[in-house]
């Protein structure tokens, strides 16, 4: 009997040592992250006694803030820039979070470690707890002028403007948007209610064409396919190369032509001429020759193919896989076949061009604020790649310019010096087939940035799902981007 006690008191001291350890784990370890859960209700119910900090964009416009209601007893989410700051705010829920919301929520509910001395002082003082005020990058005039130029356009599509000197994101806009609002109340079956009407939505309003969905680059990508010529060292704007009408491609029946079956000069021409032209027939025999792990490289420096990339919150992957067949290599080179881009990645593009080469990590929030206005965190500019040394990005830069102006370029009418006021824009443009074979469905694309003639400060990434041509109805877009912002700057 004795011993039988003592094997049921050590199993029993075992159970409790146990006990003891993971109480002290859980409790140490694991009390931030379980209480950030969404199903922890004690968490939540408190949540709602505390007000949340306010999200500002760069200009010090409030986007996000929180107030008691009274009828309710808690504080509820306010988002006065509703459809505009959608994509970029996201929303707070009663059970739910996203955007900006959820990637800073630590913060702006005030439970981040690095805010416990603040709230240990309020408590001391007596004033309520409140969370961090989230400063943006975002410039309320680019934002206000990329989400009406989308609107006016009656389609799908996502604009992104980053500042390409530093990486900070001076436009995320989305349309068709939503109001989160909305989603904000706090009666549960208003919730509901409201939610399942924009999830049922067909136009899709709770996805953000800026950053979660991805279309196929088209005649953009011409700037990663001229960048990998240029880093062989064999090749610069002025190098001749073949431009035929048709080119036959290995093991396809159906040749490559360029658009609307045109010629490209003379047959052969320079490479910052088939660039001004957007002759896909120099840029496939071109990709042919460069080979599809060359042209995969180069686009991983421009920031594709990363599933890592968050500002802070994540953004879809964009895309270019590893090609071994010539005809697809050739289709590939001129942004078709399965390469798919984001609005952020547009942008990525004319961002690393303008900054000589070098591609900044985008980045969406500034600084963060405790109540008692002391910073918490500020974020530091960080150099994601460097796909191109300065000299060949001079070189790709002022093929960007032939584009927009020259009189042959392909943009020319739409961002041209008449059609900006006198801005020198530097861009590309891309019409690029969806799969959808109906006229006129093509996806508009252009990516841009200005000023060109000096020190640029603004790089645009716009895409237009069924646009048509880039340089018709995504150029435009682009421009009211980039008066805007230079507008607000006093420039």
């Known amino acids: 009997m004795n011993r039988a006690l003592r094997r049921v008191s050590l199993i029993c001291l075992v159970l409790f040592v146990a006990l003891l350890i993971n109480v002290n784990w859980v409790q140490g370890f694991e009390a931030s992250s379980l209480a950030s859960k969404p199903g922890n209700g004690r968490t939540f119910s408190a949540s709602l006694q505390f007000q949340r900090g306010s999200i500002v964009t760069a200009d010090q416009k409030v986007v996000a803030y929180s107030t008691m209601n009274k009828n309710f007893g808690e504080y509820q989410r306010h988002y006065p820039g ?78 992104v ?35 399942n009407r924009l999830l049922n939505d067909p136009n899709q309003p709770l996805l953000s064409r800026a950053t979660a969905v991805t279309f196929p680059p088209g005649s953009s990508f011409k700037i990663v396919t001229s960048s990998t010529a240029f880093s062989t060292g064999k090749y610069n704007q002025n190098t001749v190369v073949p431009a035929p009408t048709q080119l036959k491609l290995p093991g396809v029946s159906q040749p490559l032509i360029n658009f609307d079956g ?123 790649s460097h796909p191109l040394t300065p000299t060949q990005a001079a070189e790709v830069k002022q093929m960007m310019l032939s584009v927009t102006q020259s009189t042959s370029g392909t943009a020319h009418a739409t961002a041209g010096t008449q059609a900006t006021g006198g801005i020198v824009i530097a861009g590309k443009t891309g019409t690029a087939q969806n799969g959808i074979n109906n006229s006129g469905l093509d996806d508009a694309v252009f990516t841009c940035f200005a000023p060109a003639n000096s020190t640029p400060e603004i790089a645009v990434g716009v895409i237009v799902k069924g646009g048509g041509q880039g340089a018709d109805a995504s150029a435009p877009i682009a421009v009211k981007v980039i008066q805007a912002y230079l507008a607000s700057l006093g420039k």
């Open 161 to 195: 403007a980053i500042n390409p000197q530093t990486g900070a994101i001076l436009a995320l806009a989305s349309y068709p948007s939503f109001d989160p609002n909305l989603l904000a109340t706090l009666d549960g079956n208003k919730l509901q209610k409201n939610d």
């Open 262 to 384: 045109e010629a490209c000069g003379t047959g052969r021409v320079p490479l910052i001429e088939a660039f001004t032209l957007s002759c896909n027939t120099a840029f496939g025999d071109l990709g042919m020759k460069l080979g599809g792990q060359k042209l995969r490289a180069q686009a991983n420096q421009f920031g594709m193919n990363n599933p890592n990339l968050t500002i802070p919150f994540p953004v879809a992957e964009s895309n270019f896989p590893l090609y071994t067949d010539p005809a697809k290599v050739a289709g590939a080179a001129i942004g078709q076949e399965s390469d798919t881009v984001t609005p952020l990645q547009e942008a990525m593009f004319a961002a690393a061009i303008a900054n000589n080469g070098t591609l900044m990590k985008p980045f969406l929030v500034n600084k963060v604020t405790a109540p008692d206005l002391t910073a918490v965190s500020t974020t530091a500019q960080t150099e994601l």
């Open 82 to 159: 509703g459809a505009v700051y959608a994509p970029v705010t996201g929303f707070d829920t009663l059970f739910s979070q996203t955007g900006i919301e959820q990637a800073e929520n630590k913060d702006l509910s005030g439970s981040d470690p690095a805010l416990e001395v603040h709230n240990l002082l309020d408590l001391i003082s007596g004033k309520p707890k409140k969370g961090a005020t989230v400063e943006l990058t975002i410039n309320s005039a680019a934002q206000q002028a990329a989400y009406n130029e989308l609107k006016a356009s009656g389609k799908q599509g996502g604009v």
